[in-house]
Nanobody
Framework: QLQASGGGLVQAGGSLRLSCAAS????????MGWFRQAPGKEREFVAA????????YYADSVKGRFTISRDNAKNTVYLQMNSLKPEDTAVYYC??????????????????WGQGTLVTVSS
């Protein structure tokens, strides 16, 4: 199970940190990622991190502003979001690839999804 939290309302230019806590699995064996879905739009990839944390990958729209990280001891993956823009407003979902799958797997075909957490950025 994946439990996302940390969403909220923030002004443009502000920051938020999302967390996704995993339970019931060997967390360190899973590449993890974040996706988002804005109103009226399809869900899109945001960021991914390998099982070890050694590799990360970002959508161009968030590169340089968002940072994904993980703490395997706490079974948690984070998304630090800085310099937020109104267009970042969306429901954010954490996701996991199949066990031992490479980072690319979570960007294209996540196996597990958490519930979403709403991020609203006001202008």
């Amino acid at each position: 199970q994946l439990q996302a939290s940390g969403g909220g309302l923030v002004q443009a230019g502000g920051s938020l940190r999302l967390s996704c806590a995993a339970s019931g699995r060997t967390f360190s064996s899973y590449a993890m990622g974040w996706f988002r879905q804005a109103p009226g739009k399809e869900r899109e990839f945001v960021a991914a991190i390998s099982w070890s944390g050694g590799s990360t990958y970002y959508a161009d729209s968030v590169k340089g502003r968002f940072t994904i990280s993980r703490d395997n001891a706490k079974n948690t993956v984070y998304l630090q979001m800085n310099s937020l823009k109104p267009e970042d407003t969306a429901v954010y979902y954490c996701a996991a690839a199949a066990v031992d799958a490479p980072i690319v797997a979570v960007t294209t075909a996540p196996r597990y999804w958490g519930q979403g957490t709403l991020v609203t950025v006001s202008s």
